[in-house]
């Protein structure tokens, strides 16, 4: 894989913040949480990237248990998919 541009780097973590938020927002009311924290971090490496997503989901009320790592991961098939079209997108 060629190396993430800056403007990549800037889609990529677009791409994981915004699913992230999407998904729980389309899940649970934005009025029920007190706070959503979603970090993104993106280590751009010569052969790839690493990409770290947490959350942190401030609510009096109970919430699904794995409404987090749902939005993780689709977060990260949303990450894939914009990659793979990237990638094709270079040949």
Same mark, same amino acid.
């Given at each position: 894989?060629? &190396?993430?541009?800056?403007?990549?780097?800037?889609?990529?973590? +677009?791409?994981?913040?915004?699913?992230?938020? &999407?998904? %729980?927002?389309?899940?649970?009311? &934005?009025?029920? =949480?007190? +706070?959503?924290?979603?970090?993104?971090?993106?280590?751009?490496?010569?052969?790839? =990237?690493?990409?770290? %997503?947490? $959350?942190?989901?401030?609510?009096? $009320?109970?919430?699904?248990? +794995?409404?987090?790592?749902?939005?993780?991961?689709?977060?990260?098939?949303?990450?894939?998919?914009?990659?793979?079209?990237?990638? &094709?997108?270079?040949?």
């Amino acid at each position: 894989m060629i &190396k993430l541009t800056d403007e990549e780097v800037e889609q990529v973590i +677009d791409i994981a913040y915004t699913t992230c938020e &999407k998904y %729980i927002l389309g899940k649970v009311s &934005k009025k029920t =949480f007190e +706070d959503i924290t979603i970090t993104i971090d993106l280590e751009s490496l010569d052969e790839g =990237f690493d990409l770290d %997503i947490s $959350i942190d989901l401030d609510s009096d $009320i109970q919430l699904p248990e +794995d409404l987090s790592q749902t939005a993780v991961d689709k977060s990260l098939e949303a990450v894939d998919e914009y990659i793979d079209n990237r990638n &094709k997108s270079l040949r």
